[in-house]
């Protein structure tokens, strides 16, 4: 006879055992023809599928072992043996639910669902009989047990499982998912469902803590209390709306799914039918603009882009200025004509707005300074020049009157291979001299916004200091390459939605260099002039890449996002976390 194994003092809920759980479920199958969502109800606190762990333990393991050869391998048993469960009973091949009945996340709050490999074994503990609870007695431990056909539900506590029994049919969370939930359950490797109404007390003593803190921080970081006063009310309406929209989400839901060469995180938002949120995001449209037309070829931090138009009067842009405008802090330092000639401005302008794009880049082989190029895709580019051109005239005012900041000179019309831009030059001369050294360390101690007329679509812009420019992009040279041509941007990009409203991609090695350099000479920001002048001579001479993508798309009451890094990429990144943490170059 075996010998009985002692009873389990080990949680499955222990921080590192559930993100090995989470990492394992990555690469599990699809669910089987019955659809055990039908058995879950919709009001649980939270849903984790995972399923054919068989399978998914072997390609983890493969993963893992590319850049850790002494990596073990996954304990399969890991979960169940929280439960009290004896080793092997859990059929790993077929899918598995772990759910949280109520918060708080103990362990008792809890019920696993699974199909077990001798469904007759579970079945003849209950005599046959669905939604039949009993208590079982193993060497591991005690736990409660039920069935609802061939899945076993069991949990640590008799009244947590009781909450399982008698599901009705409309009341399932299969019948409350929308289209893109469903889609995500249906074709992800994992899903972690996240119904918000349980957790709402608890959000927002966390929003509220985040708000004061950063209204504290504002307040000890500047001396003028009308640029507090400023902030201060810029922050508030944020979390304002922050709060509206948390509180008219109704879900959460994350998927993860690895396809062999790509790693895919999915995070889907479902907000009320009917409410602020929702309305706004049903008006918002695409114009399947083409990426990256007019920006050159060349090493990025990040590059971005937006698809994404919805009704003046509903703009988040056009609201936040209004607002701003018509803060006390702000009025004293523009008169009424000009709050009301630059509130034009920003409504004629978005108005013509189709969508933009941008690149965060910076020299050759540096980290440092930051140049930043832009488009404008407008409906009439001459008009959205002259809108911007007033815009620059009175935005040094406005934002300095909220949140401090550079003072801009006047916009001045300058030629270059016979064509017209403007220029404004940005005074960092009136700053404070902590923020003067950061802002020339970052940006460069002559940095100039530029901006002109690219064709009737686009307006091109350009931040950064001599000699770079915005003629780099309206003036064709032989050979000039696109980055939308980039067969590494390309790549990344083919991952993402093809639907997308917003794409964003990050090339980490370059940003984890910027990070190393900072490290050791973040005092350059403030007054020491040789850690300065380290800062700005800081070297970055590897490849492209490793590229993590992210990419939004618009329903009509929903948000998803997307992130998407190829596998050796991910590997490569490791890599150098590893490196940068070891303190290595």
Known sequence: MATPKPPNTKSPFTA?????????VVFCGTLRAENPLTLIPADVAMVVSFRNLNDGAAKLDDFIRSFDKHHEGVDLDEVQRGFNLPDGVVDTSAPTFLILTRPPLIESSFVLAFTPRDVGAFSRRVDGQDDKVIR?????????????????????????IRLMRHVRPGKSLAATLDDEQKKLFASNDVVIHIPLEEWRDRIQPILFLTTNMIRLSLTAAN????????????????????????EQMQAVTLALHFDGETFHLTHHHVFDRGRSVSDYLAKVRRSNLELWPKLP?????????????????????????????????????????????????????????????????????????????????????????????????????????VMGGIHRGKSRERQRSGRRFFETELDLDQLSPRIHKQTAVLYGKNVRLQQAV???????????????????????????????????????????PRDANAIFILDLGRCLGMVVGLRDGVTGLGLQTSAFDDLTQMTYTEPPGPYLGWAGVVG??????????????????????????????
């Open 454 to 496: 690219a064709d009737e679509r686009h307006v091109v812009f350009c931040l950064a200091e001599p000699p770079v420019g915005v003629h780099e992009l309206f003036e064709d040279r032989p050979g000039r390459r696109l980055i939308g041509d980039n067969p590494l941007v390309k790549r990344i990009v083919s991952r993402l």
């Open 16 to 24: 590192a055992r559930v993100l090995s759980t989470g990492l394992l």
């Open 136 to 160: 079982c007695e193993e060497a591991e431990g005690r736990y409660y047990l039920m069935m609802r056909g061939d899945i076993a539900f069991v949990a640590l506590k008799s009244t947590t």
């Open 223 to 246: 001396s003028d209390p009308k640029m507090i006063d400023g902030a201060i009310a810029v922050i508030d309406w944020f979390t304002k709306g922050f709060k509206s929209m948390v």
């Open 556 to 585: 009509p009451t929903s948000f998803t996002g997307q992130w998407a890094m190829d596998a050796g990429d991910l590997v490569r990144t490791v890599g150098q976390i590893k490196a940068f943490t070891d303190g290595t170059p």
């Open 297 to 401: 070829d060349r090493p990025f931090l990040m590059l971005g882009m937006t698809d994404w138009r919805c009704p003046v009067d509903m703009s988040i842009n056009v609201r936040l200025n209004r607002y701003i405008l018509g803060n006390k802090a702000v009025a004293g330092r523009l008169s009424a004509k000009q709050r009301r000639s630059f509130l034009d401005a920003v409504v004629a302008s978005y108005g013509r707005m189709r969508g933009t794009d941008f690149m965060l880049t910076c020299p050759k082989g540096k980290v440092l300074p930051f140049q930043a190029y832009g488009t404008y895709v407008m409906d009439d580019a001459e008009g959205g020049i002259r809108d911007l051109v007033t815009l620059d005239e009175y935005a040094g005012e406005v934002l300095s009157g």
